[in-house]
């Protein structure tokens, strides 16, 4: 094999990776610009339409303007929803990775116990827990507060579960250097092993973000204030018996979107080949 | 290869420091907690207390507005001769074969866009917009796209030569599960994708390089590098994926209610009917204690099997 | 540093003012899909309200839909209900099943009482004779049509009856391809359908079901017959696809659909669709009587600390005059006979203003068709399961509807 015949091998080699990431991407995107392309559609435009047009007949904005004027408080719902998600990122990352890094690399009695008992949360549906935690939630005079919005939710079995596999990877090595040197415990922990979990934190980052940006039926539940919703309840208003706009409710959907793409895109960049792993060399 | 220790690492005494064993356990146990304890405590009164609750709210007739009452067994007597429950629960072990695809489609999709290339934040994004589009949009385009005779799948379908006849894809006994299930595939894809692109950022890159000098190529480094070093995250998705997948509930009842009749109706959607249409919250308390001994069952199995190295 | 006596006398009357604050009665008050629509509307309510009663402070929140069955019985597992909430028929049916709502007779004179609709009333008083919610808003039914489509399928008469409606529905399918509602394919709207048909449902002691008769049978043959063709949507089987049949309709892929507050929703969506279309009176089947709908009511709770000021309030809210007010801002219909007479709809719209008139006329001769049973979710499962049994699957409908009955009539005698 020549060094031509080796350039032409990777060019199409490439070619044909990116074909395959063409194709999952329309898979994945196709519906969302559909999602899009009628939030910018004006009213006498068939959304229906086969093949389906991408671009507007009738661009316009006003969509966006109604759907953000009808839902009463959106802007603060923004703020809200914004509180709510930073507050369950902070608990979150730092609860879980503890709990996370005890599971993987410490031993202690009844550490296999405490991580059943902690997986098994995960594995009780919402709507029966539903009634048992509003009590607690009372119990605790958390109700109509951000706090009670954040806590239920903000340390999971998931986010457990998900540093201690990252936290299982980690070389043994590291550990018994820094214990040599006389670092403690909570050294190892915070100045070794939890900046090595970079892209667990990332994911944890978007994924906390994610889900407590598109809570809906938790806040409506605790909150009693409605200035205190949250965006995903402030799209509610925007399909009801008295309204029912599809073009609105894409708008008010695609703006709600926004936010949590700009936290997936800062964060995914720690998700890059080689990021980390100089690190690990030790 | 290097083997990194999957084994929880005991604490190393420290050289010519015996100490008595008694204090050491006291220590290792103190430390252990000490690390936990933030977690737990918020675990303990947002989950485990209000699951307790729960479970004892099964052997109950409860509707909310009066005490609840004591009636042993009852509850769980009656699940077995509901004929809708019994059909939920096929429903949503159906519902478990998502798991596998998912577990394999996500996995490649994170090794194709985990590199550095031109666009690849791109594919990310849209790899990922299934998660973030909101739940109303969701239901609003795959209705759309569903629909019967006038959705785009059929007229784009119809178009060919083989297809006579609109696909009832949403509105028949069997195709409305399958189809469901589906648009929670194309939802998920991009959820465990960023799991598993955190994981191969732990794959320390001397392997690799190692493989390529040895002249693996790249499905070879794939097996052999990249597979074993990605285990505790593929134990992961499977694990939390089937956990996902036995809780289905937002996606089907956004999409078809459950129907046509109970066709897609899964467990804890006959949860949410008993509780809060029927008010008959001690029975739907029961019916959710035995989808988490079914959960339990198939994690530990799950476990058992997949983390075989990491388990000690 | 001292306090002088300004500031003393200051922090007494601050006092005075928390503790005649926290002495006030609060009313909770829960309302469903009405916000943002009608803010102005409500709050203009409560501040009157609070204007004549010193003391009593409404504290509004309204709630989506599909979030409201949730937040209120978790909220009852709290022993923290709101003290008013809107409900419909089904919800009342289930919450009062549990001993839920206050007999409102207990706290409302019969002279008020009267001044509403004796149908409504009766849509929302128990078999043990409570009333427990008091009626707010309704409709009467108002259909509706693509005009052009009609034409083009060479379709003069505006169908009245169910019989009607299936031809109707066939021919404009066969001419032109496009698909009909032929609404009687969800449980509740089926129960309404065989009594506009003149056909029993339950016996006269209300304890039994009846409905299992050939021509029950031969309605939803017809309606079978329209699914299998492909003339309906067979989403609209089992289903109250309420935001997908504005959509279906406001892109021309369904000619037909009733209910007069879905017009604006069709124009919002589809001004052009919204041009072609003209309104008629609704299904008025066999006996001429078109449905009312039992609407949206107004109930307080058992949990309410004030349950003499709530019943004031939502006395209140549904009163002749704000009724009225009610009907100028949305095509609803008054719960008081007396409101309907005064009514003098005005809107700009010329459809919405016809749709109004039309439906101020159904309220004089329809009737409400809900049935007050026991375990209405259940029975009304039950009765849908067969519907789709039946329209999707091919099953035989009278053999489907002796099921119905003989399961309906099981759980019945066993209450």
């Known amino acids: 094999m020549t060094l031509r015949d080796l350039k032409v091998r990777r060019v199409i080699t490439k070619a044909l990776l990116y074909a395959v990431m063409i194709v999952v991407a329309i898979y994945t995107v196709g519906p969302f610009v559909w999602a899009i392309s009628t939030a910018f559609k004006g009213p006498g435009e068939n959304v229906y339409a086969f093949p389906p047009r991408i671009l507007p007949e009738e661009p316009t904005l006003s969509n966006f303007v109604t759907a953000w004027q009808r839902v009463p408080y959106f802007g603060q719902y923004f703020i809200n929803s914004l509180l709510i998600a930073g507050g369950s990122i902070l608990i979150n990352i730092g609860a879980s990775s503890m709990a996370g890094y005890a599971l993987a690399r410490l031993q202690f009695p009844g550490r296999s116990l405490a991580f059943w008992i902690i997986l098994s949360t995960m594995m009780i549906p919402f709507q029966v827990v539903m009634i048992p935690l509003f009590l607690v939630v009372l119990q605790l005079g958390l109700l109509n507060t951000h706090l009670g919005v954040i806590l239920p939710t903000a340390v999971t079995a998931f986010s457990i579960f998900l540093f201690r596999q990252a936290f299982l990877k980690l070389p043994k090595e590291l550990e018994d250097a820094a214990r040599i040197d006389g670092c403690s415990e909570w050294g190892i922990y915070w100045r070794i092993m939890l900046p090595l979990t970079k892209p667990t934190i990332a994911t944890m980052v978007i994924f906390t973000f994610v889900s407590s940006w598109g809570e809906f039926l938790w806040p409506l539940i605790v909150l009693r204030s409605p200035r205190m919703y949250t965006v995903a309840v402030g799209l509610a208003y925007l399909q009801s018996q008295f309204s029912a706009n599809l073009r609105w409710i894409m708008a008010g959907s695609v703006l709600a979107t926004v936010p949590v793409l700009i936290v997936f895109l800062a964060f995914q960049r720690y998700f890059i080949e080689g990021a980390t792993a100089g690190a690990l060399k030790g | ?312 | 540093m001292m306090l002088n006596h300004k500031s003393l006398s200051l922090a007494l009357v601050l006092t005075l003012l928390v503790v005649s604050v926290a002495a006030a009665q609060t009313i909770e008050f829960w309302t469903v899909d009405l916000s943002p629509t009608f803010n102005d509307y409500i709050n203009g309510m409560i501040a009157e309200f609070e204007a004549e009663n010193p003391g009593v402070r409404i504290d509004w929140q309204d709630v989506p839909f599909s979030a409201m069955q949730q937040r209120l019985l978790t909220a009852y597992a709290g022993r923290m209900a709101p003290d008013v909430v809107n409900l419909n028929q089904e919800m009342v049916s289930v919450v009062g099943d549990g001993g839920a709502l206050v007999d409102l007779k207990q706290y409302i004179s019969e002279d008020e009482l009267a001044q509403y609709s004796p149908g409504l009333i009766e849509a929302y008083t128990n078999r043990q004779g409570q009333l427990l919610a008091l009626p707010w808003y309704s409709s009467g039914s108002v259909s509706f049509y693509n005009e052009e489509i009609l034409n083009r399928a060479g379709v003069s008469d505006i169908p009245t009856n169910y019989d009607e409606l299936y031809e109707t529905i066939k021919t404009v399918y066969e001419k032109t391809g496009i698909q009909g509602y032929f609404p009687i394919l969800t449980a509740r709207r089926f129960i309404w359908a065989l009594q506009k048909e003149g056909i029993a449902v339950l016996d006269e002691t209300g304890t039994k079901a009846v409905f299992n008769t050939p021509e029950a049978a031969a309605l939803l043959e017809r309606a079978r017959e329209l699914v299998q063709m492909g003339a309906i949507p067979r989403e609209t089987v089992g289903n109250e696809i309420h935001r997908e049949l504005v959509d279906l309709y406001a892109s021309e892929q369904i000619w037909n659909m009733q209910g007069a507050t879905m017009l604006p929703l069709v124009k919002e969506n589809n001004p052009r669709t919204y041009e072609k279309t003209v309104v008629s009176h609704g299904m008025m089947g066999k006996t001429g009587h078109p449905d009312i709908s039992s609407g949206w009511a107004l109930a307080v709770t058992t949990q309410s600390r004030a349950p003499q000021v709530a019943a004031d309030w939502v006395v209140f809210v549904t009163n002749t005059e704000n009724l009225l007010r009610f009907t100028e801002l949305a095509s609803i219909m008054p719960t008081r006979p007396e409101a309907a007479e005064l009514m003098e709809p005005k809107f700009d719209d010329p459809l919405l203003q016809k749709a109004t008139e039309l439906q101020v006329e159904q309220m004089r001769i329809g009737r409400v068709y809900d049935i007050i049973i026991p375990r209405t979710g259940e029975l009304f499962e039950i009765l849908e399961e067969q519907i789709v049994l039946v329209c999707l699957e091919g099953k035989n409908a009278q053999q489907a509807l002796n099921e119905v009955v003989a399961e309906w009539n099981r759980i019945l005698s066993s209450l």
């Open chain 2, 1 to 312: 290869m290097e083997p990194h220790s999957q084994q929880p690492v005991r604490t190393a005494p420290r050289a010519g420091q015996a100490r008595p064993a008694r204090r050491n356990a006291w220590r290792l146990a103190t430390v252990g907690w000490s690390f936990l304890a933030p977690a737990f405590l918020l675990i303990l009164l947002f989950h485990l207390i209000p699951a307790a609750y729960a479970i004892i709210l099964s052997f109950t007739e409860y509707d909310s507005i009066s005490a609840p009452e004591f009636i042993g067994f009852a509850n769980f007597r009656a699940l077995m001769k509901d004929r809708l429950f019994v059909n939920a629960l096929k429903n949503t072990l159906f519902y478990l074969l998502v798991t596998p695809v998912l577990l394999v489609v996500s996995l490649l999709v994170a090794v194709l866009v985990n590199r550095r290339m031109l666009g690849v934040s791109f594919f990310r994004v849209a790899y990922y917009l299934p998660v973030v589009t909101p739940a109303v949009a969701t239901a609003i385009v795959w209705s759309f796209i569903f629909r019967s005779p006038n959705g785009l799948l059929n007229q784009f379908l119809q178009q060919l030569p083989f297809v006579d006849g609109p696909i009832h894809f949403l509105t028949s006994s069997s195709l409305a599960l399958p189809s469901v299930m589906s648009v929670e595939m194309w939802k998920g894809i991009g959820y465990y994708m960023v799991i598993f692109l955190a994981g191969l950022q732990a794959i320390p890159s001397e392997l690799r390089d190692a493989a390529v000098v040895d002249g693996a190529n790249a499905v070879q480094e794939f097996f052999y590098v990249t597979l074993p070093q990605l285990w505790p995250s593929i134990t992961f998705v499977a694990i939390v994926s089937s956990m996902a997948a036995l809780r289905a509930f937002d996606l089907p009842y956004i999409m078809t209610g459950g129907g046509p009749g109970h066709a897609s109706e899964t467990v804890v959607m006959r949860i949410y009917t008993e509780a809060f249409e029927r008010l008959n919250i001690g029975y739907a308390a029961a019916e959710g204690v035995i989808l988490f001994l079914i959960t339990l069952g198939l994690s530990y199995v799950n476990m058992r099997m997949l983390e075989r190295r990491d388990m000690t």
